[in-house]
């Protein structure tokens, strides 16, 4: 479905002797040094640098949140895209300070918004149908959906982006994310609903309900990844999945954002193992979960800043970071050249 290359390691040695040699005692950046060694992996031992980092930030609505499980109505997910493109919304502020290029794509929201000339139109329904009472969606939807997102995808790795990230907005999507995270995991729903963006104790139990009660009426269907995310999963979810697969394809490094970027990662990952190479997670978020996936996927995140906003907040944070892991490699003096000799 993806053709993935594995990161070529044949130059690891070369590349964790540079770092080493640099001027700092052994291992005294931290979680940058392997940084370093993971972004010289993916972009060249030889001075590689973050070209037009891209943020994409997918959005759709999900018939989930008909069953009262959220603290917002789908109205909120179209409000919320309107904030995006209107410039208003946190991930707009954040892009803007540390320099990433902002998109943000329809999936699939309730009501389409076609007098918003820059919002990128990948509609793959209005919505999906409540995965508690139906299938999500259709088998077709979701390889549609991996085909536009690639598509989006291949034109930014054409203009010479060699980084992307990737959020999402959707009410709902939680609950959609988690019937994924226990589909593949093979876990409870006990185990993975969360509260979402701040949902009371009643709702948060008829969140674990609907997501039962969707586990199990498709649980004879969700025989691999394809037919979960058609079950029970999202339009924005599906897109996401397939940006990751295509950026990995594409040889790029791959940012992840919290909780629900993260279950996409976990679907990418079991469709092609390769893709997890290129990914870098940026946070880890306060969505109960979250903690779980990142240590099935052995992802140590950059931030734990205990947000749970989503819109790929965290990973337009961490993209300082990775710049400054690029830089250090690129253009900090080394040992010998200070005239001192290493045993």
């Not at 770092?19 to 031992?45: C, F, N, R, W, Y």
């Not at 917002?72 to 919304?89: C, D, L, R, W």
């Not at 800043?305 to 900090?332: K, V």
């Amino acid at each position: 479905m993806f053709d993935i290359p594995p990161v070529c390691r044949t130059h690891d040695k070369e590349i964790q002797y540079r770092i080493d040699m640099k001027t700092k005692p052994p291992s005294s950046l931290g979680q940058l040094e392997p940084l370093a060694l993971q972004v010289a992996q993916v972009l060249g031992k030889d001075n590689p640098q973050i070209v037009k980092p891209q943020m994409l930030v997918f959005a759709a609505d999900h018939g989930v949140s008909q069953a009262n499980i959220s603290i917002a109505s789908s109205e909120v997910t179209q409000q919320m895209v309107m904030n995006f493109i209107s410039g208003g919304a946190a991930i707009n502020v954040f892009c803007h300070q540390v320099g990433f290029g902002l998109e943000v794509i329809d999936c699939g929201i309730l009501s389409p918004l076609a007098s918003w000339p820059s919002l990128i139109q990948q509609r793959l329904g209005a919505g999906t149908q409540p995965f508690h009472l139906k299938k999500a969606m259709s088998i077709d939807d979701v390889y549609d959906g991996f085909d536009m997102a690639s598509q989006r995808v291949d034109f930014h790795h054409q203009r010479g982006c060699n980084l992307i990230a990737f959020g999402e907005m959707g009410i709902g999507n939680t609950a959609s994310s988690s019937a994924i995270m226990a589909s593949i995991l093979k876990m409870t729903a006990k185990e993975c609903v969360g509260r979402g963006t701040g949902i009371d104790d009643e709702k948060f139990a008829r969140k674990i309900q609907v997501v039962e009660q969707g586990l199990a009426l498709h649980q004879a269907e969700c025989t691999d990844i394809v037919h979960i995310l058609a079950c029970v999963g999202g339009f924005e979810i599906v897109q996401m999945t397939g940006a990751i697969l295509a950026a990995a394809q594409r040889q790029m490094l791959v940012v992840i954002d919290g909780f629900i970027a993260t279950v996409a990662a976990l679907a990418a990952v079991n469709i092609n193992a390769n893709a997890r190479d290129y990914m870098i997670f940026a946070h880890q978020s306060h969505e109960y979960g979250h903690a779980i996936l990142l240590d099935y996927l052995d992802a140590k995140p950059l931030l734990a800043l205990d947000m749970r906003l989503g819109e790929g907040t965290g990973a337009a944070l961490a993209l300082p970071l990775i710049q400054a892991a690029s830089h250090f490699y690129n253009q900090m003096a080394e040992l010998t050249d200070l005239g001192i000799k290493i045993d």
